[in-house]
């Protein structure tokens, strides 16, 4: 049963108790975020980079070694972390890429926009609107007659 005392409730249950232990207890590492690392220069990504990976490794020791559970609970974070900031700095270079290619003749076909193969192969605007001379010589021989309706 449940004993009341000093505003805690005391259960048989610990598991009310835990969560509220490691909700206190745990430092979380900061989360890196996307739209915070956009504005960071290729070094400092990479700097950043090495650091949450030395941390990753310095958890999974500790996890081997059987190391707090709050260090285990920090893997995903840390994980996460890495993935964003490695997103970032691809769409970094990416972006430098399309800027080099701008005024090239070929873009390069990672560049290019992805789109379906018929979509890629399909007519252009400007070759759609192209007529042979047999065809422009028939519409100004024929041009499409206009009615008046009454109505």
């Known amino acids: 049963g449940a004993l009341e005392q000093n505003s805690f409730i005391i259960s048989n249950n610990p598991l009310p108790l835990l969560h509220f232990y490691f909700s206190t207890t745990t430092q979380y590492p900061k989360m890196v975020k996307a739209f915070e690392l956009r504005g960071s220069s290729k070094e ?3 700097k950043l980079l090495a650091e949450q990976r030395k ?12 190391g707090a559970a709050s260090k285990i609970a920090k893997i995903k974070s840390v994980r996460k972390n890495i993935a964003r900031i490695l997103t970032v700095h691809n ?6 890429l399309r800027k080099a290619a701008a005024g090239a003749k070929y873009m390069p076909k990672d560049l290019r926009a992805k789109k379906t193969r018929a979509m890629r192969r399909a007519l252009t605007k400007a070759e ?13 021989s024929w041009p499409v007659m206009k009615y008046a309706l009454k109505a």
């Not at 769409?91 to 430098?96: L, N, P, S, T």
């Not at 759609?128 to 100004?140: D, G, I």
């Open 128 to 140: 759609l609107s192209n007529k042979t001379s047999k065809q422009k010589r028939k519409e100004a």
């Open 55 to 66: 941390e990753l490794s310095e958890l999974h020791v500790a996890k081997v070694t059987g």
């Open 91 to 96: 769409q970094q270079q990416k972006e430098g």
């Open 44 to 46: 400092d990504l990479l």
